[in-house]
């Protein structure tokens, strides 16, 4: 009878063991503890923190950049512009100078879109008259795409992304860039054929292994387009921006600086051949932020509204990301 108490004991003994090692209230508290503090070891992890996920109550791994504050960028006219745009319904639209991203009024998109092409100039010249401006300042119509930046269902591959990312040996801060403004609502193809979470063009997926073609396209799927991407980050968009930089006679830069990433970013999506043609059109002579303001304000042939727009969305994101990862923090205080 001893003995039969004794394996009882043993049996309870081990469920509770198993069922605490599984404990979802215990596992939360282990991952929330990183919420508070960047992430140790590898040099790729250093800046990686944790991002409470309302759906699942875990917290995911998140980039948190310093930089975005220390250099002022949440201050500059273009950026808080694109956060405006991030949040804003696309029945509505905003009057802005295209050069400083001025803001001048809100007005209805439908209202707009009904107006005829000479209907839109006269409105276009009283702006202008209203506000001092020359007749080759050019005013933009730019409707909300808050339908777009979804930034709950993009927050769900950042954890998935990032990993990916690490185990490729890639700076993981270019998977957070990328899906924040490529494609964070739901998967579709862009106006120039590229698919899939980090918008890949067919013939660059099929370079890094990727199966495209009329039966299956291999984009749809996270983790091999996550491969094709930092692969092509690693060995191509980084690279050449070196080269770039070689060219114009521009050393001693981090490749972690913001900028660099930044004008990396630029390669990866307008090519680095179209990125390099603009810098040689103002041919900085050092690098640095202004080097990516150069960059805002050159267009080329081939480098032209969105390949500009492309930093400064990105920058836009990440801060609207980071916004909503304070709300999250404070609603649990």
Request: with cysteine; proline share 3%.
């Amino acid at each position: 009878m001893r003995f039969l108490s004794f394996i009882v004991i043993f049996v309870l003994a081990l469920v509770q063991v198993s069922f605490f090692r599984n404990d979802p209230t215990k596992s939360l508290s282990k991952k929330t503890e990183k919420e508070n503090a960047p992430y140790s070891g590898e040099p790729l992890c250093r800046n990686v923190v944790g991002l409470p996920n309302q759906k699942t109550s875990f917290c995911e791994d998140y980039i948190f950049d310093q930089t975005l504050y220390d250099l002022r960028l949440d201050t500059l006219k273009q950026v808080q512009f694109w956060r405006d745009v991030m949040n804003l319904q696309e029945d509505s639209s905003l009057v802005n100078l295209a050069a400083s991203r001025r803001v001048f009024e809100r007005i209805s998109t439908a209202a707009w879109n009904k107006k005829s092409d000479s209907l839109k100039a006269v409105y276009r010249d009283s702006i202008r008259g209203l506000n001092c401006l020359d007749t080759t300042k050019k005013i933009l119509i730019t409707s909300g795409k808050k339908f777009f930046y979804d930034f709950d269902k993009a927050s769900e591959n950042l954890h998935n992304g990032i990993n990916c990312f690490i185990s490729n040996g890639v700076d993981p801060w270019y998977a957070q860039a990328i899906l924040l403004i490529e494609s964070p609502n739901k998967l579709q193809k862009s106006n120039v054929g590229a698919y899939g979470p980090f918008q890949l063009m067919k013939d660059v997926a099929r370079m890094y292994g990727l199966k495209v073609n009329k039966q299956i396209d291999e984009r749809a799927n996270f983790e091999r387009s996550a491969y094709a991407a930092s692969s092509l980050i690693k060995k191509i968009c980084i690279p050449y921006t070196k080269k770039m930089l070689d060219s114009l006679k521009i050393a001693n830069y981090n490749e972690h600086d913001l900028w660099f990433r930044l004008l990396v970013m630029h390669s990866y999506h307008a090519g680095a051949y179209n990125v390099q043609k603009a810098l040689f059109a103002f041919n900085p002579c050092e690098g640095g932020m202004e080097l990516v303001y150069g960059l805002w304000r050159t267009q080329t042939k081939r480098f032209k509204s969105a390949s500009q727009n492309y930093s400064q969305l990105i920058l836009a994101a990440m801060l609207e990301m980071d916004a909503r990862r304070s709300e999250l923090k404070l609603a649990k205080l």
